[in-house]
């Protein structure tokens, strides 16, 4: 098996290579340090008492591992506030006590027999483009890159993410593939993080459609008899580092020192077409709608009528209605910017209809 360390480069060299090769993030993983530095939100962001401030009403779901991506894992969750976790972060022997009653799947003993912390790794603090929280985290990506997810109608509630990650040595985010074609990015703002990661070329050496995915740090031949002869790519992510994910790159996390990061996911020119044709925002879109048919059928003035929204699968739904919103908002978007990527955006879904069997029906 071959192991190849992911490059690390100065934000400044990242952007004259990114100036020469638009599709740089998808052939290989990055590691650019030197600009989430200067975050305004960089040194607060550093301190838990701030964090717990800032964040601890939320309510939280910490879980050993984060999440399961394989058949044979086990997992165990609680359900928490942010501020109780961060008591347990800073107290973790007392987690018999501070997770008393709050176990949601497993219990306390399954708990300390699976031998790994609890990881609230996926605390949703961003829910749509104008949220203050942007003003802390700027610039988003180095330049040239630009995220074009405030374009994306509804793209902070399709499951496409903006997280606060906080965890103690030893937590897991096994391996797995982000949704929606999206580029995932880890900014680390304390600790050290381990990442491991597979190509999506590898990816039929580390997933097996039964099973799901390989475990790296505990490769099982007789579910992934092949795991060899997929490339390794590993990085231990360092403070001030942000690590870039390319589209279906399958990503493995262990956590090595307490560790804060933020982590999100983004979609540009390189990757809006594997964003519109995927079928994981249009089934979570598509479900919503048929939770609210009549909403729907009044919205779109009947375009969109009763018998094709019960009718219609989730996806093939979700695809329709996002046309629908896209078609009738491009026209009105406040720039320019705004208004291509959006038609862009709908050309693609277009072409994605227009080769739909269903609708041909
Ligand atoms: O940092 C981690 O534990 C995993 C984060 C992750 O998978 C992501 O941001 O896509
Ligand atoms: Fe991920």
Same mark, same amino acid.
């Given at each position: ?111 300390? !027999?699976?031998?790994? #912390? $609890?990881?609230?790794?996926? @605390? *949703?603090?961003?829910? +749509? &483009?104008?949220?203050?929280?942007? !003003?802390?985290?700027? #610039? $988003?990506?180095?330049?040239? @890159? *630009?995220?074009?997810? +405030? &374009? ?210």
């Amino acid at each position: 098996m071959e192991t190849k360390q992911i490059p690390i480069v100065s934000s400044a060299e990242f952007g004259r290579i990114a100036d020469r090769n638009p599709n740089l993030l998808h052939e290989n993983p990055w590691v650019v340090e030197g600009y989430i530095h200067s975050w305004p939100g960089y040194r607060q962001w550093q301190d838990l008492d701030y964090l717990r401030e800032r964040f601890g009403d939320l309510q939280a779901f910490a879980k050993a591992p984060n999440f399961i991506t394989n058949r044979n894992q086990k997992l165990v969750s609680v359900e928490t506030s942010f501020e109780q976790y961060i008591r347990y972060i800073r107290q973790p022997d007392d987690v018999r006590e501070i997770y008393r009653n709050c176990w949601l799947e497993g219990d306390h003993e399954q708990f300390v !027999a699976l031998g790994m #912390p $609890l990881y609230c790794g996926t @605390l *949703r603090i961003v829910h +749509h &483009a104008n949220d203050a929280i942007f !003003a802390d985290v700027d #610039p $988003l990506l180095p330049a040239p @890159l *630009r995220a074009w997810n +405030h &374009a994306l109608p509804y793209y902070y509630s399709l499951f496409n993410h903006f997280w606060l990650l906080v965890s103690l040595p030893g937590a897991l985010t096994p391996l797995h593939v982000d949704n929606n074609g999206t580029i995932a990015t880890i900014a680390q703002l304390s600790g050290r993080k381990r990442a491991t990661l597979y190509s999506p070329a590898d990816l039929c050496h580390v997933r097996n459609s039964e099973i799901g995915f390989l475990d790296p740090e505990q490769p099982d031949d007789r579910d992934f008899p092949t795991w060899r002869r997929a490339v390794k790519w590993v990085a231990d992510l360092q403070v001030g580092q942000v690590l870039f994910v390319g589209t279906n790159w399958a990503h493995h996390v262990r956590t090595l020192d307490t560790s804060i990061s933020v982590s999100f996911d983004f979609v540009d020119h390189s990757n809006l077409a594997a964003y519109a044709t995927s079928a994981g925002w249009a089934a979570a879109l598509g479900n919503r709608c048929k939770r609210n048919p009549e909403l729907v059928a009044a919205r779109t003035h009947g375009q969109i009528r009763r018998e094709d929204i019960d009718e219609l699968s989730a996806v093939t739904l979700g695809r329709c209605v996002m046309a629908h919103v896209l078609r009738s908002t491009s026209a009105a978007a406040e720039t320019p910017e705004l208004t291509s990527i959006r038609r862009l955006y709908l050309a693609h879904l277009e072409q994605c209809l227009a080769s739909n069997e269903e609708l041909a029906a």
